[in-house]
């Protein structure tokens, strides 16, 4: 066919940078909290992130979703799952550069900080792959609570090598562990669990029954909750017994997701399964929590990490992209839009590596307090933030935004998990109440770390002495849980933006978020914020 007109005016893509060093706000952190020994390889990640092949492979793993197996083709069951190489090279990287693993195998200060950073950046090519990667990172801190299973499984799943298949765990280079906890009666209220695990003689349990919910179902190990006789327990799972049998893992379905999709989620069903318990029998919450409390920060990570990458996208477009005789981001509307998400943005970043920093530090009573309070506090507020920036970005794209061939719209689907696993926003909120109630040392080391700012903004102030006040009534708690909790996240976000951000950025951020000077949608800043620094500092530099 002939050609009819030429094409103009479409911004090329988004391809051939460093995502690492493109993000002033992750750098910034990663300085502030040790971890500066780690932006070389930081450096090489991004390098790798920008690539078009990584982010082809973020768009083919999601286009070709994985196709469960439950049985070969004599119908014997093998209950596989199989992915598309794109899975597995996105996978081979995240596992090569430690993201797994890294704070275990060298836990110098800074560890957390470097793979939060590392984490976020190669996130940005691809959301589902993470999951595994985090479950098997989360699954360390649990393992502790038996030195045997410690021993076992932390040097398999410390490996950097990827290593994908079902086979006996001992023969294999590497191994991944995820967790199964919801049922299909409850997710949240996970002392519903059904699933009944009876003892046997030689010490191993035999678990009975389903779960609802359990994601990457190729990996070696699962930690799984049960009902044993003294209640709810942790159990670990893995899926090939040592003698090289399958273990009862039936895959009765993959579930058919909004986003997440290049990532398998499925509905295993165990009977007579084999499993070891993991620490006292009706202690299963308190075991498994060590794993919640580590994919709770990655979810932080996760959903910082994605809205980085919204505003890189809408940044980047806006810089090429003309419209009534002018590029888009010189337009003061759209400069407002753009400004407004990279504060959102650099607030819910600034946030992450301090949650991550606190986890570098929690052998000091005061990290470890601040942490157990205001990670809850961050899972919940910057999760949130997520769909709203993700929506919010792809109309900076126009109908760009809205095609699949363009990422905005996976990155949209994207965006709501990270609230609703690992405790749902609601969930979360209640924890904040409860961490409130039974630990005054957690409130404690959270208005220090507020105060750290005190004097150097009046509306931070304010809002410090407004929250103070929130918190001193109790009445209807759990009815205001939403707006106190955001409120400490506000308050929060706010602190560590005055001490760590440019002017211009904390300013936009205290008069939008604490003073009030502001709408209810994005675009909405005060006419006096320095909109063109703040976009200037969050557009991604291409060569
Ligand atoms: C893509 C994906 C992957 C997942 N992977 C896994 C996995 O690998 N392993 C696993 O175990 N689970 C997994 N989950 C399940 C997830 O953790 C649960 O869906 C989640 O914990 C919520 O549980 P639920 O679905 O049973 O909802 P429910 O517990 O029924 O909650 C429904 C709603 O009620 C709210 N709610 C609950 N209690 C209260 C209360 N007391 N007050 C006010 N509101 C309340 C919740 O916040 C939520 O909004 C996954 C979910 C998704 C979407």
């Known amino acids: ?50 690539t078009a092949e990584a982010q082809e492979w973020g768009r083919l793993a999601n286009d070709y979703p994985p196709k469960l197996h439950t049985l070969d083709r004599t119908g014997h069951r093998v209950d596989e799952v199989e992915f598309h190489p794109s899975w597995h090279s996105l996978t081979t990287v995240a596992i090569g550069a430690g993201l797994h693993a890294s704070p275990w195998v060298d836990p110098r200060p800074g ?13 940005q090519v691809e959301g589902g792959h993470g999951c595994p990667v985090s479950m098997t990172h989360a699954a360390v801190p649990a393992l502790r609570a038996d030195q045997t299973l410690y021993d076992e499984w932390v040097p398999r799943l410390t490996s950097y090598s990827y290593d994908f298949g079902l086979r006996r765990p001992q ?3 590497g191994c991944l562990a995820g967790m199964g906890m919801t049922e299909k009666q409850g997710g949240s209220d996970v002392r519903t669990n059904t699933t009944r695990a009876v ?23 699962f930690l799984v909750l049960a009902q044993a006789a003294d209640g709810l327990t942790c159990f670990v799972v893995p899926r090939v017994l040592p003698d090289g049998t399958r273990n009862t893992f039936r895959i009765q379905r993959l579930k058919d997701k909004l986003g997440n999709r290049s990532n398998a989620s499925s509905e295993p069903e165990f009977d007579n399964t084999v499993a070891w318990r993991l620490g006292d029998e009706g202690r299963g919450v308190r075991t498994i929590i060590e794993m919640v409390m580590m994919t709770r920060l990655d979810c932080v990570i996760g ?26 981001v010189d337009k003061p509307l759209m400069r407002n839009v753009l400004a407004d998400l990279a504060v959102e943005s650099e607030a819910a970043t600034a946030l992450m590596v301090r949650l991550a920093a606190a986890t570098d530090r929690s052998d000091d009573t005061d990290e470890a307090a601040f942490r157990r309070l205001a990670l809850a506090v961050g899972k919940y507020w910057v999760s949130k933030r997520g769909p709203n920036v993700a929506a919010e970005a792809l109309e900076c794209l126009g109908g760009n935004g809205y095609v699949e061939d363009f990422p905005m719209a996976r990155l949209y689907r994207e965006a709501p998990l990270n609230s609703i696993w690992e405790g749902s926003g ?12 039974r630990e005054p040392q957690a409130w404690e080391a959270f208005r220090n770390e507020v105060a750290l700012a005190g004097g ?13 006040q929130e918190l001193g009534d109790t009445s209807e708690i759990e009815t205001r849980a939403r707006r106190l909790v955001e409120q400490m996240a506000l308050v929060l976000q706010g602190s560590l933006l005055v001490r760590h951000a440019p002017a211009a950025v904390a300013d936009a951020f205290c008069a939008s978020r604490l003073g009030g000077d502001w709408g209810h949608a994005f675009g909405t800043l005060p006419a006096a914020v320095d909109t063109e620094a703040i976009v200037e500092r969050a557009t991604p530099k291409v060569a």
Request: glycine share 6%; aromatic share 8%.
């Open 1 to 50: 066919m002939a050609d009819t007109h030429e094409v103009t005016n479409q911004a090329p893509p988004l391809v051939d940078y460093d995502v690492f060093s493109a993000d002033a706000a992750l750098v910034e952190g990663v300085q502030r909290y040790d971890a500066g020994w780690a932006v070389d390889d930081l450096t090489a990640l991004g390098r790798r992130a920008g």
């Open 111 to 123: 560890a957390h900080v470097a793979r939060a950073a590392g984490f976020s950046v190669w996130s």
């Open 171 to 173: 023969d294999k280079a």
């Open 199 to 221: 003892a046997q003689a030689d010490g191993t349990y035999l678990l009975t029954g389903h779960k609802w919910f359990t994601s990457a179902p190729m990996c070696d190990m």
């Open 303 to 328: 959903s910082a990490s994605l809205m980085r990458a919204c505003v890189s996208q809408a940044a980047h477009h806006a810089r090429h992209r003309q419209a009534f005789g002018g590029y888009l």
């Open 426 to 437: 609601n969930v979360n909120a209640l924890d904040v109440l409860r961490a409130l109630a």
């Open 456 to 468: 150097a903004d009046a509306r931070l102030d304010r809002a410090a002495a407004r929250l103070e």
